[in-house]
């Protein structure tokens, strides 16, 4: 589902409604593990499918790395994302790597 690695976090599962829980409570795990790195790389190039839990998850994941001092980067976002994205006007807040 989600996968801690040297440089941050890699998603390899749906991130839709039926698993934003699981996602969010796993994010937020790695990311607490991960506190004083300089940068963290949330990887999304194995997620296949977003619906719009996706974005609330990665603001929800963004929140918890500021409040960790974390700079989190944004890398492979699938298209339907930034596309939801730009829908919800939140795109300017997705910090793409």
């Not at 190039?45 to 974005?55: I, Y």
Request: aromatic share 2%; charged share 20%; glycine share 8%.
């Amino acid at each position: 589902m989600i996968a801690c690695t040297d440089g941050g976090l890699r998603v390899s599962a749906p991130m839709v409604i039926a698993n934003a829980r699981a996602l969010l409570a796993a994010g937020r795990s790695c990311l607490r593990a991960r506190e004083g790195a300089a940068l963290t790389v949330l990887d999304l190039s194995e997620v296949g499918e977003v619906d719009s839990s996706a974005v609330s998850l990665i603001l929800a994941w963004l929140r918890t790395a500021g409040e960790r001092n974390l700079e989190l980067r944004i890398s492979n976002p699938p298209a339907s994302l930034i596309s939801l994205a730009a829908l919800y006007g939140v795109a300017e807040l997705l910090p793409l790597a």
